[in-house]
């Protein structure tokens, strides 16, 4: 069963690295560039997890994490923050967020913190 991840971020290089981490597994990636779009899309896609960028262009990743728990409650959002970025944990954490990862990230890292949410998304 194929499972379907919605991507927000405006790095085109985040974007394929994520296609590509993903592309031998079961899942679908579709790619967006902006925050706003992701919170459009959220309806249409249906994610089973949401991977979404603290800081890009229309909405922010906070932004789309409660976009996200408001029009599809308990879906899992990840949140990507650059290393030199500021993220606001408590901010995450009452958007709904389910956890972050800085970039750049280890692929292997990302697939598994997928699937961990995914796990705990079916329990």
């Known amino acids: 069963m194929s499972r379907t991840i919605l991507l927000a971020d405006d790095s085109v290089t985040i ?11 079961d899942f679908r990636v579709v790619a967006v560039g902006d925050g706003s779009e992701a919170i459009r899309q959220v309806a249409d896609v249906a994610p089973d997890v949401v991977i979404a960028d603290v800081h890009m262009p229309g909405a922010d990743g906070y932004e789309v ?5 408001k029009n599809r409650p308990g879906t899992p959002v990840l949140l990507l923050v650059g ?5 606001d944990a408590d901010r995450a954490s009452s958007a709904g967020a389910a956890g972050h990862l800085k970039k750049p990230f280890d692929s292997q890292e990302l697939l598994r913190r997928v699937r961990d949410l995914l796990s705990g998304a079916a329990a």
């Open 83 to 87: 290393t030199f970025e500021v993220f």
């Open 15 to 25: 974007q394929k690295v994520v296609e590509l981490t993903f592309l031998d597994e």
């Open 65 to 69: 994490a409660e976009a996200v728990q």
